[in-house]
């Protein structure tokens, strides 16, 4: 897992941590301290740590203008033992979300499994992007299944074209673009 890199083409236009909207903004990152770690396997340093012990992520883009970011996620997500979503929706969706970011793209094709609690924290992130979206990409079916059965897709919107999607062929604007045209179909 250590050589699984969050997706760098795109750092020569956005970096998290120089972005001072950004809650990793003036994170200084090490490429030869591998500290952080899902499960007993280190992870590459790159992966931002947000207070969950097996959920990392990496914010690839943010837009405030076009009020979008794209999140790629790491590891297990764990609402039962650690409450992950309560830590991404406190330290990142919040400080995004003051930020003017009211339309999330989540990239979980490197969530190894998913367990659920209540899903309180999920209503209050739809009720706070009201005029937004959350958009789940290239999850994996059993997470998805899982999702289905805390009834987390009422607040996350995948399936279709959003569970196979080739989002790095795109540059970020192309990928808003795509993805903004499957939700508005889905929401119009």
Same mark, same amino acid.
């Given at each position: ?26 994170? #200084? ?70 930020? &003017? ?7 979980? #094709? $490197?969530?190894? $499994? ?17 005029? &937004? ?27 279709? #074209? ?27």
């Amino acid at each position: 897992m250590q050589e699984l890199e969050p997706f760098y083409r795109w750092r020569d236009i956005y970096q998290s941590e120089n972005d001072p909207s950004s809650p990793f903004y003036e994170r #200084e990152y090490s490429e030869f301290e591998f500290t952080n770690q899902v499960y007993n396997y280190v992870i590459h340093p790159q992966w931002d740590h947000f207070g969950s012990p097996t959920l990392y992520l990496k914010i690839l883009f943010a837009d405030y203008q076009e009020g979008f970011a794209v999140i790629e996620l790491l590891g297990e997500w764990n609402d039962a033992i650690h409450n992950d979503v309560m830590f991404l929706k406190r330290e990142v969706v919040d400080p995004l979300v003051d930020s &003017g970011i009211l339309k999330f793209i989540l990239i979980g #094709e $490197n969530i190894l $499994n998913f367990h659920s609690s209540d899903d309180s924290y999920y209503e209050e992130w739809f009720q706070d992007v009201e005029d &937004g979206w959350i958009a789940a990409i290239n999850f994996q079916e059993h997470i998805l299944s899982e999702f289905r059965s805390a009834n987390i897709d009422y607040y996350l919107n995948f399936g279709g #074209e959003l569970d196979t999607f080739n989002w790095r062929k795109f540059n970020p604007m192309q990928l808003y673009s795509e993805v903004q045209k499957v939700m508005t179909h889905r929401l119009g």
